[in-house]
């Protein structure tokens, strides 16, 4: 559990239900976890040892027992009923597989028939058949995660290796969503710990954090341009699932929370398929998700959502002839994180709101893009916050400096004043081992963000406080917090030079007594 010394007994007490939604432990017994562990190293063994392709390959399986447990599910319930099951995914008779064009029984395709075949019959019948069953599946069952999986290819190369692979999977509950969701986040977090691919993951406490100072509502749509494994998406529809429990019982608000209510758009493929799966465990089961360069002329979508949630791409430029030029007459700029933050406006409808991370280059550079971008957040929209984080959040795969920027859409103005954070530590150690430790501000972030009447007394020493609008724009629109921060520096006394150069020569007189001692004692 995290645990902050700033947090006002007051703080604590309101708002102690969304500080709870911090705790970081994953719910899951150590038991799956070893389960998963035994897996994972067994790909290692079996020659596929890249995390990213681990974790691809992991999904491919659990789909594939996810479609069979979900139709055991409705046929042992239309038993009872004594009728049949409407639109199943695996139906009566023969399938034809448009790879090996042969005709295969569709009952071969389901998990719980080949988990019990000889191990070489069922390696064929997983690559050949079943693999290729998911890969077309989109054509007559569509699903976010089907429409993904045409340049899927399967890396399990031996009988042996699939046999122990299938029988872990097969001890996972498929069907238990909650558990499941737990069980791919405790996956993603062995993908960022392996070293490798860990620019896709931004951490699960942050994502959280961000979630819980927008918290979203059932009447949002939700939309992150840069999804990548669909984290914000995710823990977007685990704070609605908490928080409203009661008015998801209702059939249109579970129909929306499952289908158009997230958005979501990456250029990779394999990352779309990642996060389709994870959005699938959390019981979103149809999210608006797409292979879209959201930057490009192709992406028109304007005035569309309520909420942006979003850590999108930091380094690099793009082709100016391929960006959205409605995104150019914001900011000039081929750079993706100025660029982004202009999409981000031109996506919101009006009263949108978004909370997104940048690099500090973003809040003091001097170039006519930076400026002018944040003069149409400060002067067109409602900039709310800045929240400074410590530049060892992203380690170990990046020591870059970020901030959070907090603002709503309007296109009408309305900043008088922005709210500033000094974050300082986020409940584990800023090195490359990031370690967990006692100090976290992400509690207090949270309470003080959504109490802000209590910071209008706050001085500019303290870790938290406004700056009027007005001085951000005699200031070029700097929006680093270092610009407004005073520092409280001691005064500290020296003693006079005539008594430092005294005590000097008398230390040399010490010295070189010692010296002539020791010549006569040893130099005779």
Wanted: proline letters at 4%; glycine letters at 6%.
């Amino acid at each position: 559990m995290y645990f902050c010394k700033q947090v006002s007994p007051l703080h604590r007490k309101k708002w102690q239900p969304r500080l709870n939604f911090f705790n970081d432990n994953i719910m899951i017994t150590g038991e799956i976890k070893n389960r998963i562990d035994a897996i994972w190293d067994t790909y290692w063994v079996g020659g596929i040892t890249n995390p990213m392709s681990v974790l691809e390959q992991m999904t491919y399986l659990f789909f594939m027992k996810m479609i069979d447990d979900a139709q055991l599910k409705k046929e042992a319930e239309a038993n009872i009923l004594g009728v049949k099951i409407a639109n199943p995914t695996f139906k009566d008779g023969m399938w034809h597989n448009p790879d090996t064009d042969s005709d295969v029984p569709y009952n071969n395709l389901r998990w719980h028939v080949f988990k019990n075949m000889e191990a070489t019959q069922m390696f064929n019948t997983i690559r050949n058949d079943a693999f290729s069953f998911i890969k077309n599946l989109s054509e007559g069952k569509s699903s976010a995660y089907s429409r993904f999986m045409r340049d899927a290819v399967f890396l399990i190369q031996n009988p042996r290796t699939l046999t122990k692979i299938v029988d872990g999977v097969d001890a996972l509950d498929m069907t238990n969503r909650d558990a499941m969701g737990d069980v791919y986040e405790y996956i993603l977090g062995k993908m960022a710990a392996s070293g490798n691919n860990g620019q896709f993951r931004t951490p699960r406490h942050i994502i959280r954090m961000m979630v819980v100072l927008m918290q979203p509502t059932l009447k949002d749509e939700i939309c992150d341009p840069a999804m990548g494994s669909a984290g914000f998406i995710v823990e977007s529809a685990k704070y609605i699932a908490e928080n409203y429990k009661q008015d998801l019982l209702k059939k249109e608000n579970a129909e929306h929370f499952k289908g158009k209510m997230f958005h979501g758009f990456d250029t990779d493929s394999t990352m779309l398929r990642i996060g389709a799966m994870n959005l699938m465990l959390h019981g979103v089961e149809e999210p608006d998700v797409a292979y879209r360069d959201s930057l490009s002329s192709s992406n028109n979508d304007t005035e569309k959502y309520t909420l942006c949630l979003a850590n999108p791409p930091f380094a690099g430029s793009v082709d100016s002839e391929d960006i959205n030029k409605s995104l150019l007459a914001i900011t000039n700029t081929k750079k993706t994180e100025l660029l982004f933050v202009s999409l981000f406006v031109r996506m919101l409808q009006t009263g949108g709101r978004c909370a997104s991370i940048v690099p500090d280059g973003v809040l003091f550079g001097n170039s006519n893009a930076h400026v002018a971008l944040r003069k149409e957040l400060v002067d067109n929209h409602t900039l709310r916050a800045v929240i400074s984080m410590p530049s060892g959040v992203f380690q170990p795969y990046s020591g870059v400096s970020t901030a959070i920027l907090i603002f709503t859409k309007t296109g009408a103005g309305g900043t008088d004043k922005v709210w500033f954070y000094d974050m300082q530590a986020d409940g584990y150690s800023l090195d490359q081992k990031r370690t967990e430790v006692e100090e976290n501000d992400i509690p207090d972030v949270v309470a003080r963000f959504h109490n802000l009447e209590a910071e209008a007394q706050r001085s500019r020493k303290d870790q938290s406080f406004f700056v009027p609008v007005d001085e951000i724009r005699q200031n070029d629109y700097v929006l680093s917090i270092n610009k407004y921060k005073e520092v409280e520096r001691e005064a500290i006394e020296y003693e006079p030079t005539e008594v430092i150069v005294e005590r000097v020569m008398k230390l040399e007189d010490e010295i070189a007594a010692a010296i002539k001692e020791l010549k006569e004692k040893y130099l005779k």
